[in-house]
């Protein structure tokens, strides 16, 4: 765990997606995610989430929302291409 950590603190990019889409976390997931955005933050990251910042601090907390919060946000709207298949 903690050499895939660094790997991804030394990477030159990193996509997280579907972050907070299984529900809660246990407090180690929680650290490594918190410490993984503060140590990148001058770093290329993306974070991509089905959940809106207000939603994701119910998951997390201000704090991570915080951090997420200092970057570019993207707000896509639209239909949802998985569910038009299953008609």
């Given at each position: 765990?903690?050499?895939?950590?660094?790997?991804?603190?030394?990477?030159?990019?990193?996509?997280?997606d579907?972050?907070?889409?299984?529900?809660?976390?246990?407090?180690?997931?929680?650290?490594?995610?918190?410490?993984?955005?503060?140590?990148?933050?001058?770093?290329?990251?993306?974070?991509?989430?089905?959940?809106?910042?207000?939603?994701?601090?119910?998951?997390?907390?201000?704090?991570?929302?915080?951090?997420?919060?200092?970057?570019?946000?993207?707000?896509?709207?639209?239909?949802d291409?998985?569910?038009e298949?299953?008609?």
């Open positions: 765990e903690g050499q895939f950590l660094d790997y991804l603190m030394r990477a030159p990019l990193v996509v997280i579907d972050v907070a889409t299984r529900g809660g976390y246990t407090e180690p997931q929680y650290d490594n995610f918190y410490d993984l955005i503060e140590e990148r933050k001058m770093s290329p990251t993306v974070v991509v989430s089905n959940l809106s910042l207000p939603d994701l601090g119910k998951v997390f907390d201000e704090r991570i929302v915080s951090r997420l919060a200092r970057g570019t946000i993207f707000t896509l709207g639209g239909k291409r998985r569910l298949g299953k008609k």
